[in-house]
């Protein structure tokens, strides 16, 4: 067995793990049959209507190569691999209410589950033999209705969240009280974890798909490796800590590309103490390794020959956990918006923060999210609207915040309620924003227009900056006062950052699938 520290990174990745579900031994209901893997000459009737996508675990190819794969292989006897549960909560608990109709939110869950591992295994994947539970990564997949860009949303697991209200595993009821966001899972599993994420997102859930180690490891291999590149070497050595586990990953990587099997890829994907931006130096290293996998899978056609897909499908189906109610209709509806999308419209972002990181004493240092732009960042996704790249990429900076400005919204068109909408799109940027029932006289309808007094000028840049397609007009009889008055030309809000760094939250430029594994 090669170990992390035996030299530089194989050059072929090999399998790390025994083989799983080989295609060419003939099990029922698989497609290995001779002759399979060639077209038929006359469409045929698959034997069963249960069909199955591949499911990719490591968070973002677990969905994105169902679109490409159904109707390919008839997999039923691999469903019965997959592990339900209800990870959402039965009673009224405040679940907040569902987007746009035909829209998905998933949310993806790496956990450290040790279960499946033989004492070998946990040497090997350098786990050591914790028995506790913890999400070592969390991402909200958000898919728009009709397809368009697929959004991932890496959320950092310090992140200083609210956990509500649960009970514990003695059935006492524990008090909503702020920690990190991994301990909701620690605390009381999916169900918990599911609760935490939209109580702090505002994001209603559909689907929760969970992944532990050893489903992560047969993952990678059985795409036969993933390329990374790292601009630096790493060195991340395995040691005892005084409590009785380990830290550090056991990662030993050159400078420049290296192809990694499972066992180097779980490596590559938990470290973090050597980086001393430590878990958001993780995200980005893993939204790396989820693009570089999606360009494998693609470049290798494994997603559409039929023994490769059936050997990978198999290897990591009994590694996953899903809600029971991710069948074949959800799978078909989710295949039907994924079918056509490229790596180019999988795209990578993380929540966007606040500056500098947070002690908070017994709960140690966390990170808090900017509660303006993630705030906007969940609005735009339960609404279908753009996020990422385009906005996050070309937001404006101005010098007076949101925050510090106080303004009344009037409406200039006949459309009832207007003034009242985006009086509420305002606010959630964290602007002052009322509605004021009073008429303009003299409004163009079809324009929104910002007016000012001749004190205010920055602050009318600002709103300016907020509302795509508004005009500024400068009203010497508003004195220190602003208006917004809206025109049928209003199509929403968008964020804007305060040029002053220490107003200015942290937003990650984001990443699509298809960049460059060495940007």
Not at 39 to 44: E, K, L, T
Not at 195 to 209: C, F, L, M, Q
Not at 375 to 393: E, H, N, S, W
Request: with cysteine.
């Amino acid at each position: 067995m090669t170990g992390p520290t035996d030299g530089p990174p194989a050059e072929q990745p090999g399998s790390s793990l025994p083989p799983h579900l080989d295609p060419r031994r003939g099990r029922p209901g698989a497609s290995g049959r001779p002759g399979a893997d060639q077209p038929p000459a006359q469409p045929r009737k698959p034997r069963s209507k249960k069909r199955i996508a591949a499911w990719i675990a490591g968070g973002l190819a677990v969905v994105l190569a169902l679109g490409a794969v159904t109707g390919i292989v008839t997999l039923d006897h691999i469903i019965s691999g997959i592990k339900k549960i209800n990870p959402f909560c039965n009673d009224p608990c405040g679940r907040p209410g569902g987007g746009v109709k035909g829209d998905l939110n998933i949310l993806i869950v790496g956990s450290d589950s040790r279960s499946g591992l033989t004492d070998a295994q946990k040497k090997q994947l350098h786990v050591g033999h914790d028995v506790g539970r913890r999400s070592d990564t969390m991402i909200l997949l958000h898919i728009p209705r009709g397809g368009g860009k697929a959004i991932l949303v890496s959320l950092p697991r310090d992140s200083y969240v609210l956990i509500p209200k649960h009970k514990d595993a003695t059935g006492h009821v524990v008090p909503a009280s702020h920690n990190k966001l991994n301990t909701a899972y620690s605390f009381g599993g999916p169900r918990l974890t599911v609760a935490t994420v939209e109580k702090n997102t505002g994001v209603r859930i559909d689907h929760y798909v969970e992944v532990n180690f050893l489903g992560f490891v047969k993952m990678v291999d059985a795409l036969g490796g993933v390329t990374v590149c790292t601009p630096t070497a790493i060195h991340d050595p395995v040691r005892r800590l005084p409590t009785g586990g380990y830290g550090g990953s056991g990662l030993e990587l050159p400078k420049g590309k290296s192809k990694l099997n499972g066992v180097r890829a779980l490596e590559y994907v938990r470290a973090r103490e050597f980086d001393p931006s430590a878990d958001l130096g993780r995200i980005q290293r893993q939204q790396k390794f989820m693009a570089a996998m999606v360009q494998k899978a693609k470049s290798t056609g494994v997603l559409l020959n039929p023994i490769r897909l059936l050997n990978f499908v198999g290897a990591v189906a009994d590694s996953l956990t899903t809600d029971k109610d991710f069948g074949t209709k959800q799978i078909k509806d989710l295949a039907l918006n994924l079918r056509s999308m490229s790596p180019a419209h999988v795209e990578m972002i993380r929540v966007p923060l606040k500056p500098g990181s947070f002690n908070m004493g017994a709960v140690g240092n966390v990170v808090e999210w900017d509660p303006v732009l993630s705030r906007q960042l969940f609005r735009d996704l339960t609404f279908d609207r753009p996020v990422g790249a385009g906005d996050q990429g070309k937001t404006r900076k101005v010098t007076v915040a949101p925050s510090s400005i106080s303004v009344p919204v009037l409406n200039a068109t006949n459309q009832n309620g207007l003034a009242a909408k985006v009086a509420g799109d305002l606010s959630s940027l964290g602007f002052h924003a009322s509605t004021s029932f009073s008429h303009p006289s003299g409004a163009n309808p079809k324009t929104t227009v910002i007016a000012y007094g001749p004190s205010r000028s920055d602050s009318a840049k600002t709103l300016a900056a907020a509302i795509p397609g508004s005009v500024l007009k400068e009203v010497s009889s508003l004195g220190n006062g602003l208006q917004v008055i809206v025109g049928s030309n209003y199509q929403g809000v968008q964020r804007v950052v305060v040029a002053t760094p220490g107003e200015a939250g942290t937003v990650q430029q984001p990443r699509t699938a298809a960049d460059d594994i060495c940007a």
